[in-house]
């Protein structure tokens, strides 16, 4: 038996005096009112109503039995307003400054129609950690190995002009001491700026016996990019962004290097139905395709 069904049929009929006007102000049909009711009267074994042509009157029973019913209607209401305010409550989400705007519009515009509404953050990777911890986020995409990752973005060199190879070795950038040209550098910009990615290059860079200068952390992407664009620079970026700033992009040619991302909580979230619902448009709001395609490893 609908217990609260139950109950909100009792009260609504013991308000209007009446099955007719008490089903249509709780919004069901008198047929329906009626059996609640009765099965009500079975599961407390005692008549709520003396029934007449006209109108339904309590009884003693049924005026000792209406404010406990009353007390579970309006506790049934409070419950189904609370649930949806829940639902309502924006999901306060820390996403790497890396994701262009209409790739964030498009993953706030799909969670809506998951009924998730989306409040993005945008930060570096570090500050995202600091967010989670300061519970100032309900959860954030956290920069972490591929080996932890769920998404992962490839990494390569992109530059202004087409290098004319499939890959792109960092040892091709290594000059001599008597050389008049200036050496060509790589940028990093602040989303790589991390263990994972960042040492591992400059091991490679100082095994090739490249420059300390020719590793360069950028404290901005615009910066970086400008660079680029005006020089024979590179710039370690992922294929989604080379293509937004019209580089030419390749792998590199000594080291296969990605972007790990994982979806971290603070005490107050619970990610996994945001991961389920949305796993695959952070995918691609990351740059790494879906998720199958990370997993397969065949994101491009």
């Known amino acids: 038996m609908d217990l609260v069904g139950a109950c909100r049929a009792f009260v609504s009929v013991s308000k209007h005096g009446s099955f007719t006007d008490g089903a249509a102000a709780a919004r069901m049909s008198q047929s329906v009112a009626s059996r609640r009711v009765a099965a009500l009267e079975e599961r407390f074994g005692e008549q709520l109503f003396e029934r007449t042509s006209r109108r339904a009157v309590l009884t003693p029973f049924g005026r000792d039995m209406l404010p406990v019913a009353r007390q579970l209607v309006q506790a049934a209401d409070v419950l189904l307003h609370e649930a949806e305010a829940a639902k309502r409550k924006p999901w306060r989400l820390a996403v790497p400054g890396t994701c262009s705007t209409v790739d964030l519009a498009r993953l706030v515009a799909e969670a809506r129609g998951h009924d998730v509404t989306l409040d993005l953050r945008v930060a570096a990777p570090a500050q995202r950690m600091e967010l989670i911890h300061a519970q100032q986020v309900r959860a954030a995409l956290l920069a972490v190995p591929p080996a932890e990752a769920t998404w992962t973005v490839p990494l390569g060199l992109a530059g202004a002009h087409d290098p004319g190879v499939k890959r792109v070795y960092l040892e091709t950038l290594r000059v001599g001491r008597a050389s008049p040209d200036p050496a060509r550098r790589v940028w990093l910009?602040?989303?790589?700026?991390?263990?994972?990615?960042?040492?591992?290059?400059?091991?490679?860079?100082?095994?090739?016996?490249?420059?300390?200068?020719?590793?360069?952390?950028?404290?901005?992407?615009?910066?970086?990019?400008?660079?680029?664009?005006?020089?024979?620079?590179?710039?370690?970026?992922?294929?989604?962004?080379?293509?937004?700033?019209?580089?030419?992009?390749?792998?590199?040619?000594?080291?296969?290097?990605g972007r790990g991302y994982a979806l971290a909580a603070a005490a107050d979230g619970n990610p996994q139905h945001i991961e389920a619902r949305l796993g695959d448009a952070i995918a691609c709001c990351l740059g790494a395709g879906t998720r199958a395609d990370t997993v397969r490893g065949t994101t491009a």
Do not use: F, M, N, Y
């Not at 420059?211 to 910066?223: E, F, G, H, I, N």
């Open 189 to 257: 910009q602040p989303e790589d700026d991390v263990p994972h990615i960042r040492d591992p290059l400059t091991r490679l860079r100082d095994a090739l016996g490249l420059r300390p200068a020719q590793l360069v952390a950028a404290s901005d992407l615009t910066t970086a990019a400008a660079e680029v664009l005006c020089t024979r620079d590179l710039l370690l970026c992922s294929p989604a962004q080379a293509a937004e700033l019209a580089l030419d992009w390749r792998p590199i040619g000594e080291i296969g290097l």
